[in-house]
Each structure stands twice: as C-alpha cells, then as structure tokens.
C-alpha cells in the first residue's frame, strides 16, 4: 500500500507539472529538481529521484526482489552525461519533458547501439528506450536542449549491488571501433570520472 501511494503522489505531481507543456528552459530544470525533490546522482551524474518499487516481489539468486522500481531521472545543462556503468537488471526509460537524449549501450556480445531519446519521431528519435540487463549505457544530453526529465522503471528493483560505475583500458579495447562514434576519446569520456586503472598500473602507483 505505501509503495503504491508513493507512485500515485509521484505520478500526481509529475502530471500537474506537465498538464501546461511548459518551455524547456534552464529555469524549469531548477523547478523540476525542487517540485520533485531530485538530488545529485553520486558517481553515474544528474539527478534522481526515487518514486517506489512494486509491491509482487520475485526470487533472484536466493534473494526476494520487487518486481520493480521506479525513478525519476534528468538531465541538465550543467550535468549533461550520466556516466558509464553497468547494471543487472532491465531498464526501461520513458522521457516526460526536454531532451533529447542519446544512449550508448554497449551489449555483453560486442554490439553496441546508439539510440536517441527524444520527441521528433520523424527523425528516428524514440519516446522509450529499453535497456537489456547486463549491458553498459551511458547518456549525452543533446547541446542544444536544456534538460531531459525522464521515468525510468528496473526490473527486478534497483538494488546498490547489482550496479558497476566505470571501466578501465581492457573495456575501452573491447569496445573501439565497433562504431564510428566510439572512439577511444569517446569511451573514456563516457567513462569520466570513474576510470578504473589496470592491476598493472596499480601495481606500479603504490
């Protein structure tokens, strides 16, 4: 019952700030974080908000999980990427307002994809994007757009564990060249921060 109160508040809220289809500008970037309560997002970058998980639970490896969660996740000027990481479970993200976005995933076999999420459908841009679990995404905020908010929905539920931020050398080699936006330059800057160096190269720092 408090799990779906919780949503049904969420939703209310995002629906009255939507219902006047305000302009995406900085300005109602800043009225998003504050009307949703959004925070900083450590490590991945931009902001989230938690809005429930699902009340059925399923067995995961011997461990009860929701069958879902769901957030709220934006993009901003300020804070355009969400930095690369990788994550157990599916992830499905719906966009609300702003954009668009472009996701970089990258797929366990080798492919990668890049899909943007966004309004002009027309252009070949998305309303949904849907993440398979066990892959590495990383977004970009567009240059020209002021924020994207977003509702992601995991399944099972998001759980600190089942996520990994950051890559390193071997994951970059893995990754090069499978398309013409990936780069080695381009990986690492999906990667940012959160570089993880070689054992080898540990090794030598201490």
């Given amino acids: ?3 779906t109160w919780l949503a049904a508040i969420g939703m209310s809220a995002l629906a009255t700030l939507h219902a ?30 938690i809005i429930g998980v699902s009340a059925q639970t399923i067995n995961i490896e011997g461990r009860r999980l929701a ?47 890049k899909i943007t999420l966004g309004s002009d459908y027309g252009a070949g841009q998305r309303p949904v994007v849907a993440v398979p679990g066990g892959c590495w995404k990383a977004l970009q905020l567009h240059k020209d757009a002021s924020y994207a908010l977003m509702v992601n929905t995991l399944s099972p539920e998001f759980t600190p ?6 890559e390193g050398e071997e994951w970059v080699k893995r990754f090069a060249g499978k398309a013409n936006w990936a780069t080695p330059e381009r990986l690492r800057e999906f990667i940012g921060p959160n570089w993880i160096p070689s054992p080898q190269k540990r090794e030598i720092e201490k």
């Fill in 1 to 3: 019952m408090k799990c």
């Fill in 20 to 49: 006047a289809s305000p302009a995406a500008t900085d300005a109602r970037a800043k009225e998003l974080v504050r009307t949703l309560k959004l925070t900083v997002l450590p490590k991945e970058s931009g902001y989230l908000g």
């Fill in 67 to 113: 069958v879902q969660s769901q957030n709220y996740y934006m993009l901003t000027r300020e804070r355009p990427i969400n930095y690369l990481h990788w994550l157990a479970p599916d992830d499905t993200q719906i966009l609300v307002e702003g954009g668009p976005v472009d996701y970089f995933i990258f797929h366990p076999d080798g492919r990668v994809e």
């Fill in 161 to 166: 564990d089942r996520v990994r931020i950051g």
